[in-house]
């Protein structure tokens, strides 16, 4: 060997040690006090936690909690007495107006295609129009996006409006194959009622084929009252069936009835509770998830994992014997899935009484395996979150990364306040997003608890370290 790359060799290899040295030295230098209280937090989880049977509690005594039914009252009031028997410092109801949607009797539907009738299984989608008494009929256009069916404009007059087009399967994080279809479920009927069309039909928002449809939100906009037309969901399954049998038949009937309405907006309240702070009782870190639900099952899901993992925060808290510095505050959002009322109330209500808020966490994507979180701060406290990565590893918390932050805690948002969205394993999750599968007996305990302890320990950090 050359002398001079030899020299260069040993370079190599004493700043290969270096750095080496200077890893291990990271890792010495771990808060162990931090990363013993954590390990507690999940010891609790696991060994006393109380998650899985007080959501067994909200979903099986109550079921779906839409904002303003008689459910959605039953849980405001689930809610408020957990927490005075959970022992919170401060206990109470936040009023806030909700918009008031209800399903009526169950949706029919069916196609015929060369004599003969398939039943199709669908759902009205929220905040739709009820058909005519009798239903409505007619022949079917498809379409695979907004764009197209504007581009179509008044060749769709007098036709039903199929919106069919499906996840990308290709995304590893579901939740972007979500938000890539969702528009036509929320804007078909705005985008297609002003040329006249009959209705509208969704492919269902699942990457599952199965016959469960999916309800969720829809939007009219401002278009006129005699442009709304009626908007369902179907499965996934019917939709594979309808859109092969166009192309055999592209003069096929639809037939479809539903007997949804909207009522004036209802009273209804967000559930707040807190313990005070031990240095800064006015300075407020919130943590939550939302209490109503659709109403086709139980909302286990979504969200009722969000709220009991939210109340388990003050219990592992107080389980601990950990005080902590800034007053932590419990908050069970109303009115998440049909207007963000909720979300909004609080955050009017906190700028009016000009709170300071220096953080908030929710959980609104499921009960199972913690994989994260995703945040929104500035670039100091981004860096500070990025941190706690090695804390939170061991328990499966790999993922951290910048973006969304939480649809309820997303009004909070200023230039300072750090918002952080705990972000659990998300295959699974749109299987029974907003159907009738969303029930308690398809949550795994051990993974409920699990995000729990996830969400306790997350609020350690930023009531630890933030200001």
């Known amino acids: 060997?050359?002398?001079?790359?030899?020299?260069?060799?040993?370079?190599?290899?004493?700043?290969?040690c270096s750095n080496i040295k200077v890893e291990k030295q990271k890792k010495i230098t771990i808060n162990k006090t931090d990363s013993t209280v954590i390990k507690h937090f999940f010891n609790s989880a696991l060994t006393q936690g109380k998650s899985y049977e007080w959501l067994r509690d909200l979903t099986s005594?109550?079921?779906?909690?839409?904002?303003?039914?008689?459910?959605?009252?039953?849980?405001v009031e689930w809610g408020e007495n957990l927490m005075k028997k959970s022992n919170f410092d401060k206990v109470w109801l936040q009023p806030v107006m909700v918009p008031h949607w209800i399903r009526g009797e169950k949706e029919q539907a069916y196609f015929t295609s060369n004599n003969i009738k398939y039943k199709v299984p669908i759902c009205a989608l929220g905040g739709s129009i009820a058909t005519p008494k009798n239903g409505i009929s007619g022949e079917v256009i498809e379409v695979k996006s907004l764009k197209e069916a504007e581009q179509l404009g008044e060749k769709l007059r007098g036709k039903i409006v199929f919106f069919n087009r499906p996840f990308d399967a290709t995304l590893i994080e579901t939740f972007r194959a979500y938000g890539g279809c969702v528009d036509q479920r929320v804007y078909g009927a705005k985008t297609t009622g002003k040329f006249g069309v009959l209705g509208v039909i969704v492919r269902s928002m699942t990457s599952y084929i199965d016959d469960y449809p999916h309800t969720g939100n829809m939007h009219y906009g401002d278009i006129p009252e005699?442009?709304?037309?009626?908007?369902?969901?179907i499965s996934t399954k019917a939709s594979n069936l309808l859109?092969?049998?166009?192309?055999?038949?592209?003069?096929?009937?639809?037939?479809?009835?539903?007997?949804?309405?909207?009522l004036p907006d209802a009273p209804s309240f967000n559930v707040i509770g807190e313990i005070t702070g031990s240095k800064y009782p006015k300075k407020y870190i919130t943590v939550g998830g939302h209490l109503d639900s659709w109403d086709l099952a139980q909302g286990a899901q979504d969200d009722g994992a969000g709220i009991v993992?939210?109340?388990?925060?003050?219990?592992?808290?107080?389980?601990?014997?950990?005080?902590?510095?800034?007053?932590?505050?419990v908050v069970l959002f109303m009115n998440e899935e049909n207007g963000l009322r909720g979300g909004k109330k609080y955050a009017e209500e906190a700028k009016t009484k000009n709170e300071i808020h220096i953080a908030a966490l929710e959980s609104d994507a499921g009960g199972f395996t913690p994989r994260g979180f995703s945040f929104s701060a500035t670039l100091k406290n981004q860096d500070l979150i990025k941190s706690w990565k090695t804390l939170l590893a061991p328990y499966g918390l790999n993922d951290f990364e910048e973006g969304h932050s939480g649809a309820d805690i997303g009004p909070l948002k200023s230039k300072t306040i750090s918002l952080v969205d705990y972000r659990p394993d998300s295959q699974r999750y749109f299987k029974y997003h907003h159907s009738a599968l969303d029930t308690f007996e398809i949550v795994n305990k051990r993974e409920l608890e699990l995000g729990s302890a996830s969400l306790t320990s997350m609020i350690y950090l930023l009531d630890t370290y933030l200001n």
């Open 1 to 16: 060997m050359k002398p001079t790359l030899y020299l260069v060799s040993l370079m190599l290899i004493f700043t290969s």
């Open 61 to 75: 005594n109550i079921g779906g909690r839409l904002s303003g039914s008689p459910e959605a009252q039953k849980a």
């Open 226 to 233: 005699n442009k709304k037309v009626p908007t369902a969901a």
């Open 243 to 262: 859109s092969e049998k166009l192309k055999e038949n592209p003069s096929l009937k639809f037939y479809f009835k539903q007997n949804c309405k909207t």
């Open 309 to 329: 993992q939210s109340l388990a925060v003050a219990q592992l808290l107080k389980t601990n014997q950990i005080k902590p510095k800034h007053t932590i505050r």
